[in-house]
T-cell receptor
Framework: KAGVTQTPRYLIKTRGQQVTLSCSPISGHRSVSWYQQTPGQGLQFLFEYFSETQRNKGNFPGRFSGRQFSNSRSEMNVSTLELGDSALYLC??????????????FGPGTRLTVL | DQQVKQNSPSLSVQEGRISILNCDYTNSMFDYFLWYKKYPAEGPTFLISISSIKDKNEDGRFTVFLNKSAKHLSLHIVPSQPGDSAVYFCAASETGANSKLTFGKGITLSVRP
């Protein structure tokens, strides 16, 4: 099976702009989660989508949003970018039928730099 | 408030010896724990997990131990190999929020040849 793919891999934006990141989960996986990784805060949970519905949400401002399509692909959007949004954004997918409870498979990430 | 803590930022061990990576948590609602390994420019890769109903889980060279009363878990790698050099993250989740993983800040393991 192909792994989790994320596009683009690298992105440079300026403050105030908005950005959309894309994630394609492993085939058959219906749950997609997003995480932000920064040197200071480590890996932090943004939100999780399952069957096109947001099921869990982390402690991030409303500028961070996401959605999931019927084919389980997911996008996350960050509006009004701030310098502090510079980070590695990771997407992970999981299958509820997996024998490994809650095992999540991560993509390579999108490196966002805000100037 | 950091609910999952990996207090040592780095660890260096000799090839062939045991690596012990520690993790502490504060949220008593956590009932499932995972270890991930991460190389630069790649996403985390799942290594091993343990449910709170167990105190040990083994997979090849990797063993995870869970001490619920101390809210402590550890990852043992025996024998350590140079290819094990990476950043290791401890993560936890709780029933009802299964896909929300709370991560520690990671520990950098260096295995010297």
């Amino acid at each position: 099976k192909a792994g989790v793919t994320q596009t683009p891999r690298y992105l440079i934006k300026t403050r105030g702009q908005q950005v959309t990141l894309s994630c394609s989960p492993i085939s058959g996986h219906r749950s997609v989660s997003w995480y932000q990784q920064t040197p200071g805060q480590g890996l932090q949970f943004l939100f999780e989508y399952f069957s096109e519905t947001q099921r869990n949400k982390g402690n991030f401002p409303g500028r961070f949003s996401g959605r999931q399509f019927s084919n389980s692909r997911s996008e996350m959007n960050v509006s009004t970018l701030e310098l502090g949004d510079s980070a590695l954004y990771l997407c992970a997918s999981s299958s509820l039928t997996s024998g490994s409870y809650n095992e999540q498979f991560f993509g390579p990430g999108t490196r966002l730099t805000v100037l | 408030d950091q609910q999952v803590k990996q207090n040592s930022p780095s660890l260096s061990v000799q090839e062939g010896r045991i690596s012990i990576l520690n993790c502490d948590y504060t949220n008593s609602m956590f009932d499932y724990f995972l270890w991930y390994k991460k190389y630069p420019a790649e996403g985390p890769t799942f290594l091993i997990s343990i449910s709170s109903i167990k105190d040990k889980n083994e997979d090849g060279r990797f063993t995870v131990f869970l001490n619920k009363s101390a809210k402590h878990l550890s990852l043992h790698i025996v024998p350590s190999q140079p290819g094990d050099s990476a950043v290791y993250f401890c993560a936890a989740s709780e029933t009802g929020a299964n896909s929300k993983l709370t991560f520690g800040k990671g520990i950098t393991l260096s295995v010297r040849p």
